[in-house]
């Protein structure tokens, strides 16, 4: 059964940094890509970043560009978003998502994600 759960939110002022990381189990997590996604109230769900099977490539939303990093270590079966310069529309739950196929490329839709955590709330105070 594909488990993921994200840990790692917490309240910080505007301005500073927060590390998520998302376990994975239940699957061969070093074959599939992985991305971070975001719902804040009132808004829908949204793109943060996107990370290969590999961790060879990476893709971020042009709204957390240059202030985010997403990561893995795939001997932990984990992934990584780190979150730095933040800012209090950067207030909402962060998920973690699996592809729903294997060996696939990265993507920013969120049809192509099977699989989601419960969620992590990050927020971010002026």
């Known amino acids: 059964q594909v488990q993921l759960v994200e840990s790692g939110g917490g309240l910080v002022q505007a301005g500073g940094s927060l590390r998520l990381s998302c376990s994975a189990s239940g699957f061969t997590f070093s074959t599939y890509a992985m991305a971070w996604f975001r719902h804040a109230p009132g808004k829908e769900r949204e793109f943060v970043a996107a990370i290969s099977w590999s961790g060879g490539s990476t893709y971020y939303a042009d709204r957390v560009k240059g202030r985010s990093t997403i990561s893995r270590d795939n001997a932990k079966n984990t992934v990584y978003l780190q979150m730095n310069s933040l800012k209090p529309e950067d207030t909402a739950v962060y998920y973690c998502?699996?592809?729903?196929?294997?060996?696939?490329?990265?993507?920013?839709?969120?049809?192509?994600?099977?699989?989601w955590g419960q969620g992590t709330q990050v927020t971010v105070s002026s």
């Open positions: 998502a699996r592809r729903r196929t294997g060996g696939s490329g990265y993507s920013d839709r969120i049809s192509d994600f099977g699989s």
